[in-house]
């Protein structure tokens, strides 16, 4: 959060108009912001959601991950919530609050076949970048003798449909399929 500081508004008015203390109070001042926003770092450090790349650090460090280059600060984030809530969900409710809690409500397809042990997980284009950390999670989590697919879920005729064939001739047909589509 910016913050505006002006420190020669807490001096006294007959020091105010004085020029050493306007100039010590203008190099205060930046100090104090400085301050103000090591301090909302502290607080965004707090919470995994809001975690500042000091943050993210020292959260990679403790649960030993090694970040890769090509990873952005969303990503790293996205790393360390899925490994902090990574538990065994023994049922299909909690697997699905596990899922809802990495892709969203929307941002999945869960399809269970119990006669063939077979669970189909299909994810959203839009977590396209995390799909690696949510396939490593799922693989440890769901159950040993189930089948486990699990991809992205492509973009289908009902997704492409809207657009005219003027507006898809400007993509490739990999990215029609795997790019989300605006």
């Given at each position: 959060m910016d913050r505006s500081i002006n420190l020669i508004e807490y001096l006294p008015s007959i020091l105010q108009d004085k020029m050493e203390y306007k100039e010590i109070c203008k190099t205060e001042s930046k100090e104090f912001i400085f301050l103000w926003s090591?301090?909302?770092?502290?607080?965004?450090?707090?919470?995994?959601?809001?975690?500042?790349i000091h943050g993210?650090?020292?959260w990679e460090k403790i649960m030993k991950i090694t970040p890769r280059?090509?990873?952005?600060?969303?990503?790293?984030r996205f790393r360390i919530i899925n490994r902090y809530l990574n538990k065994l969900p023994y049922t299909m409710n909690?697997?699905?609050?596990?899922?809802?809690?990495?892709?969203?409500?929307?941002?999945y397809k869960v399809n269970y076949d119990s006669s063939n042990y077979t669970l189909?997980?299909?994810?959203e284009l839009s977590i396209k970048n995390q799909l690696y950390e949510v396939v490593r999670s799922l693989k440890s989590i769901i159950p040993a003798n189930l089948v486990q697919d699990i991809s992205l879920l492509y973009n289908q005729y009902q997704t492409v449909g809207k657009f005219t064939y003027a507006q898809l001739k400007k993509f490739t047909y990999l990215q029609i399929r795997e790019e989300a589509l605006n």
């Open positions: 090591k301090m909302d770092d502290v607080l965004n450090d707090q919470f995994l959601s809001t975690l500042t993210v650090k020292r280059s090509s990873e952005t600060l969303e990503d790293r909690s697997l699905k609050h596990h899922l809802n809690s990495l892709c969203g409500e929307n941002g189909t997980i299909r994810l």
